[in-house]
């Protein structure tokens, strides 16, 4: 989606939000949009979440490497004001909506 996500210097908040009332994904990096990219099709999930990894045709690859601090998965596409809001909840070390979203917390991802 591009490479304003790369901004270095320390941590960062992520957030990708897919939805499908404008059919597009939007990435927002420490509370406000990066990068935006149409996505018209539907979302078919038939297995759990997968973080940190990509799967293609050849199978499971491009792992990240690093640490997460927290994961979310919200049912539904969060507002630009909602992604600000967890941001800032998150930072503040409350999680946020939480009661509202599955959460993971300190991911250590290896390749």
């Not at 990435?27 to 990894?53: E, I, M, N, S």
């Not at 293609?56 to 919200?74: I, K, P, Q």
Request: glycine share 16%.
């Amino acid at each position: 989606m591009g490479s304003r996500a790369d901004r270095g210097g320390g941590p960062h908040h992520l957030a990708v939000v897919l939805d499908a009332g404008t059919d597009e994904v939007l990435l927002y990096v420490d509370g406000t949009v990066a990068a935006r990219a149409p996505f018209p099709h539907a979302w078919r999930a038939t297995g759990g979440l997968q973080a940190g990894r990509a799967q293609s045709a050849d199978g499971w690859g491009e792992h990240l490497r690093g640490a997460v601090d927290d994961v979310h998965a919200f049912a539904g596409a969060l507002t630009e004001q909602e992604v600000a809001l967890l941001r800032a909840a998150v930072r503040r070390g409350d999680g946020g909506r939480a009661g509202h979203a599955t959460s993971i917390r300190n991911l250590l991802l290896r390749n």
